[in-house]
């Protein structure tokens, strides 16, 4: 069970919550593929309750680390362009519990209203738009940032920046 969870650890940054998720379906993986019945079901149940141990160890030994995976993913999806209520709900569902989610996120308006300028490139919108757009375009441009959580205030004055203004706030972000 340690030898997987290191494997999984060399591959990819976890929670506790997603390695436990992790090894737990290994073992129902390795249960149902098993035969033997009512043997199969006991040692089952036993390494289910190893998998606790095993990622309390990790976690005691700093290998996983749910606060510095809250840090490391909230700075990496405020610079693709993720508003603060959606890394909230990102980490959330990694498992990360409130305070080192609360933790994580910048607090700086600036950096949300950065990641709102990143989110207008990634959809062409505003400064990144190839075309011209009428009343309502900018409606339901200002709509799809609404439903990607920012502020009605960073997304109007994020749509609002010219094309030197909008790359000189990214390439800031991509800088901090």
């Known amino acids: 069970m340690h030898d997987a969870a290191l494997t999984y650890l060399a591959r990819y940054s976890a929670t506790r919550a997603t390695l436990a ?7 129902d993986r390795w249960a149902r593929e098993a035969e033997g019945g009512e043997d199969v ?3 089952a149940a036993a390494a289910r309750q190893m998998v606790r ?4 160890k990790l976690a005691a030994s700093g290998m996983v680390n749910d606060t510095a995976f809250a840090e490391v ?3 990496r999806l405020t610079r693709t362009g993720r508003s603060r209520r959606a890394t909230a709900a990102h980490l959330a569902s990694r498992g990360v519990d409130a305070e080192s989610v609360r933790a994580a996120l910048p607090e700086n308006v600036e950096e949300e209203f950065a990641a709102a300028v990143a989110f207008t490139r990634r959809r062409r919108f505003g400064a ?3 075309s011209d757009i009428d009343a ?16 009605h205030g960073a997304a109007k004055r994020a749509l609002g920046l010219s094309p030197d203004e909008a790359e000189a706030v990214l390439a800031a972000l991509r800088q901090s």
């Open 136 to 151: 309502d375009g900018r409606r339901r441009e200002l709509a799809a940032m609404a439903r990607a959580g920012f502020a």
């Open 41 to 43: 079901a006991q040692a």
């Open 73 to 75: 993913r909230a700075r």
């Open 53 to 56: 141990a095993v990622v309390d």
């Open 128 to 130: 990144f738009r190839k």
């Open 21 to 27: 998720r992790t090894l737990t379906k290994r073992v």
